[in-house]
């Protein structure tokens, strides 16, 4: 929410913003692996709804769209370079060195990331907007 109050304010009234963000149900089959064989926490996305209700605090939607973005990887570890690539990190800290074995022979067989995005584009609001 804090990125949104920023853009909000940089922006004039009437200013056109474009938000892209991944969502709940990002990276499904990478966390599907890690539950099977830890519990240790991982990183939680946003709700659709949690995002648009803080979009919807600075600026005025006039359009939103959901959609998934997949791709397969060939072995396990490409497609963990990939999603550190981009800059996720989990919050937690790090597990056990055994758990990530087991997680990485297991995510090995269908080596997927999959990402919800949610597309919202608005208008800033102006100061006696509701």
Known sequence: QLS???CSRTLKEGGL?????????????LFRCWREVS???LFCFPTAEEVLKAFKLYFKPFYGERFTLKERFKSAKEALKQVNGI???NP?????RKDVLKFLELYQKEPVVEYEVLIVCGRKRGEDSP
């Open 4 to 6: 949104l109050k920023e």
């Open 17 to 29: 913003f474009v938000l892209s963000v991944p969502v709940e149900g990002s990276l499904k089959t």
């Open 39 to 41: 519990d240790f926490p």
């Open 87 to 89: 800059g996720a990190k």
């Open 92 to 96: 937690h800290g790090r597990p056990k």
